[in-house]
């Protein structure tokens, strides 16, 4: 008996096994000690020492390469056991979850939708019996999970922060004279590690929905806009993301955004597959909801279907062609990553040559990534009387936006050299101070340019059609007694990042911009505010660094400044830590990866990140720091 015991406790220890690809499996003990020598084998195994338990770890070489698989229920496993062997066996790699339905009875393992949403907590759930009164017989039993919820993934595959306590009940019955569960969970309940191991985050991509801006607009209509879900890593991810592509976009982004699949677009065959091929190309058969689209409609098809899987290659090869086939084989259209150009998001985005900031003299300067001295910009901005406390500059880098040292006024002007006259006020704030004055302005990529008024009186968001043109006011949601401080519009003018303060906090969020009305009287709007770094109780500035992810530097409850990249959706980006410079200000990233972070901090002026590199100074008294946007 006593025997029995213990071997129950060890399964519990111990649930899963693990397995290198290619290798022979290993049991959770041996995966301890091994430790970090996972990959290239045990050097040697200790024979003896205590066996201690190993939580998993975020992001890790070793989760990159592990496959956990689910152990089956033990003969007279208890409820509590048995709840914790069924959680355990959720966590597997398994596609269909085989084994974590023999943790349930034969009518539940019927019922139980496990992707019906997924629950992510802080940690594993606690498990404890419960009481039930109404059992009279002995036959039933309740289990209660408890813990801390930070997010919810629904069906769709999008990602909802959502911090609160977490309690759910699950119940057992006998089934012979096994315990098996009866009243499984809705979907699954994953710790955070646990589900930052199985899931990873892709973009969808949709067109930009631009309603009265579409004739206007300097890149036309093929402006797509990323829509960030989370598929399994492991488990056929290629065509988990093509099925969630033509799904639609998620709800958030939906009214926004618009697909060129027909509605009811689906694989030509429920149980296919689909694979890069050798040349790391894509082929997708369809079903006859998409046969007689236009060839024009078909390379829009296949443009949001390359920049959905692009990031999906073997190693860093990016996908170099689509293929859209009829049911029948024949083929709808091709694009060739080299033709998808005409759609890439960088085409709004922009391919920055400078990074900008603020000198001393309140004049405009600029940098670039092989120089070390910031040199004045071309124009009146980069004269001696500029009297700037902000900038923006339009993706081309052929304007640029200005906000005076005292925040009462904005200007528009080209950088050009030639022209000492920066022209008439556009907008101007009647607030009297920097901090009721004008937020730093912001371009899209789409030529509109973005500023708030902080004015208490009349606090107002516009944009500047054309960045000189007519001053529309967007419709803002309430902010429940919260003000704008800073603002930044992504390059395909469909969202907004705002940092809020409320209540002495600053939180930052993302806003969608729905457009309508007509060309002459646009009907602009900020709807369904989000937060975006839920984590952080104070967030003291940010940029955006991606097609969906931001940089953000900010304030846990511990109040140390942190700086982090965080995804549209409020989780937390899949990129190697970046080491923040103390007291930062402000910063400024490009959607382009590759180039180099720029920040204010309160110590060393303007600082600068460049490859391979540590943070340096440029220039000692500068301030506001930006890429074109």
């Known amino acids: 008996m006593g025997a029995d015991r213990a071997d129950r406790a060890d399964r519990r220890r111990f649930r899963r096994r693990v397995r290198r690809p290619g290798g022979r499996g290993l049991s959770a003990p041996v995966l301890l000690a091994c430790g970090a020598l996972l990959l290239s084998g045990c050097a040697s195994m200790p024979d003896s020492g205590d066996v201690r338990r190993v939580d998993s770890s975020p992001r890790s070489d070793v989760d990159s390469q592990v496959r956990v698989y689910g152990v089956s229920p033990g003969k007279g496993e208890q409820p509590a056991e048995l709840v914790s062997g069924f959680l355990e066996a959720t966590t597997s790699d398994e596609e269909n979850f085989g084994t974590a339905k023999e943790y349930l009875t034969k009518s539940a393992s019927k019922r139980w939708q496990p992707f019906a949403a997924t629950t992510v907590l802080d940690q594993a759930p606690d498990v404890r019996v419960e009481t039930d009164p109404g059992d009279r017989d002995g036959n039933g039993k309740t289990v209660v999970l408890s813990g801390k919820r930070i997010a919810v993934v629904d069906e769709t595959h999008a990602y909802k922060p959502d911090e609160q306590p977490y309690e759910e009940r699950i119940h057992l019955t006998l089934s012979g004279s096994e315990w098996r569960i009866d009243g499984p969970p809705r979907g699954l309940i994953l710790g955070e590690s646990d589900f930052q191991r199985i899931y990873r985050s892709v973009n969808k991509y949709y067109f930009a929905d631009l309603g009265p801006d579409a004739e206007d607009s300097k890149a036309g209509d093929n402006v797509l806009v990323a829509d960030p879900v989370y598929v399994r890593r492991r488990i056929d991810p290629v065509t988990a993301t093509v099925k969630a592509l033509l799904d639609g976009p998620t709800g958030w982004l939906e009214p926004v955004v618009s697909s060129s699949f027909p509605r009811g677009a689906a694989l030509g065959r429920r149980d296919e597959r689909l694979s890069l091929d050798d040349s790391n190309a894509l082929k997708i058969r369809l079903n006859e909801r998409a ?177 000189t043109g007519p001053a529309d006011e967007v419709r803002l949601p309430k902010l429940d007694g919260g003000r704008i401080t800073a603002l930044r519009v992504s390059a395909d003018g469909s969202r907004i990042a705002m940092l809020v303060k409320r209540s002495g906090h600053t939180t930052l969020r993302l806003g969608r911009i729905e457009r309508r009305g007509t060309a002459d009287a646009p009907k602009l709007s900020v709807g369904a505010l989000r937060a975006v770094a839920p984590k952080l109780e104070d967030v003291d500035t940010f940029s955006w660094a991606g097609d969906s992810r931001l940089v953000v530097a900010g304030r846990e409850s511990d109040g140390v400044q942190q700086l982090q990249y965080v995804e549209s959706d409020g989780s937390p980006a899949n990129v190697p830590e970046v080491p923040g410079p103390n007291g930062v200000q402000s910063i400024g990233a490009s959607e382009d990866q590759t180039r180099p972070l720029i920040a204010e901090t309160r110590e060393n002026g303007i600082v600068r990140l460049l490859p391979n590199t540590d943070w340096k100074t440029v220039d000692q008294d500068g301030s506001a720091p930006v890429y074109p946007g």
């Open 291 to 467: 046969a007689r689209i236009s060839a024009a409609r078909c390379a829009r098809m296949a443009a949001q279907t390359l920049f959905t899987v692009q990031d999906l290659g073997e190693g860093s090869s990016e996908v170099s062609g689509v293929r859209l086939e009829r049911q029948n084989g024949s083929e709808l259209c091709a694009l060739s990553s080299d033709a998808a150009r005409a759609y890439a998001p960088d085409g709004v985005e922009g391919h920055p040559r400078h990074q900008y900031f603020v000198d001393s003299e309140n004049r405009m300067v600029r940098l670039s990534d092989d120089e070390d001295r910031p040199q004045p910009v071309p124009g009146p901005f980069g004269a001696g009387d500029a009297g700037l406390g902000s900038v923006a500059v339009s993706r081309d880098e052929r304007d640029a936006a200005g906000v005076t040292s005292d925040g009462s006024a904005l200007y528009v002007t080209e950088l050009a050299s030639g022209s000492d006259d920066r022209g008439k006020v556009r907008v101007r704030s009647r607030g009297g101070s920097v901090e009721h004055g004008l937020t730093a302005p912001s371009w899209d990529g789409l030529g509109g340019l973005w500023v708030a008024d902080r004015d208490p009186r009349q606090s107002r968001l516009l944009r500047l059609r054309g960045g």
